[in-house]
């Protein structure tokens, strides 16, 4: 059942994406921020934490994740840390996804040239 749940809730995140992109002017990158700072807004409350415990792994796929583990690394090391750890933890977690991001755009580039 867990799997259903974790499909479900990806597609209604790509849902809600697709509905905004089709009804308004927004773009693509203005939807990809809003959806980064819904997650982060969701894991200031913990509610974030909670959706993930019941959907499973289908809550840390969409852009949502993103902004989720930013806010909760930032929190995690800035009780250790002080205010210092805000800026350390905040890319604690998401430093892997940031790395390989930047590592395929570059390799791509070697091999793909643009059209125009």
């Not at 792994?57 to 993103?66: E, K």
């Not at 090391?77 to 002080?82: E, L, P, T, W, Y």
């Given at each position: 059942m867990?799997?259903?749940?974790?499909?479900?809730?990806?597609g209604?995140?790509?849902?809600?994406?697709?509905?905004?992109?089709?009804?308004?002017?927004?773009?693509?990158?203005?939807?990809t921020?809003?959806?980064?700072?819904?997650?982060?807004f969701?894991?200031?409350f913990?509610?974030?934490?909670?959706i993930?415990?019941?959907?499973?792994?289908?809550?840390?796929?969409p852009?949502t994740?993103?902004?989720?583990?930013?806010?909760?690394?930032?929190?995690?090391?800035?009780?250790?840390?002080?205010?210092?750890?805000?800026?350390?933890?905040?890319?604690?977690?998401?430093?892997?996804?940031?790395?390989?991001?930047i590592?395929?755009?570059?390799?791509?580039?070697?091999f793909?040239?643009?059209?125009?």
């Amino acid at each position: 059942m867990i799997y259903l749940y974790s499909f479900l809730f990806a597609g209604f995140i790509c849902l809600i994406g697709q509905l905004i992109l089709d009804n308004t002017k927004l773009n693509p990158g203005h939807i990809t921020s809003i959806f980064v700072i819904v997650g982060a807004f969701l894991d200031t409350f913990s509610i974030y934490d909670m959706i993930v415990a019941h959907v499973g792994g289908g809550a840390l796929v969409p852009i949502t994740s993103f902004g989720h583990l930013l806010i909760h690394g930032a929190l995690e090391k800035a009780s250790d840390f002080g205010f210092i750890g805000l800026v350390m933890g905040m890319f604690d977690l998401t430093a892997s996804g940031i790395t390989s991001a930047i590592v395929f755009t570059f390799i791509f580039a070697l091999f793909f040239r643009p059209k125009d």
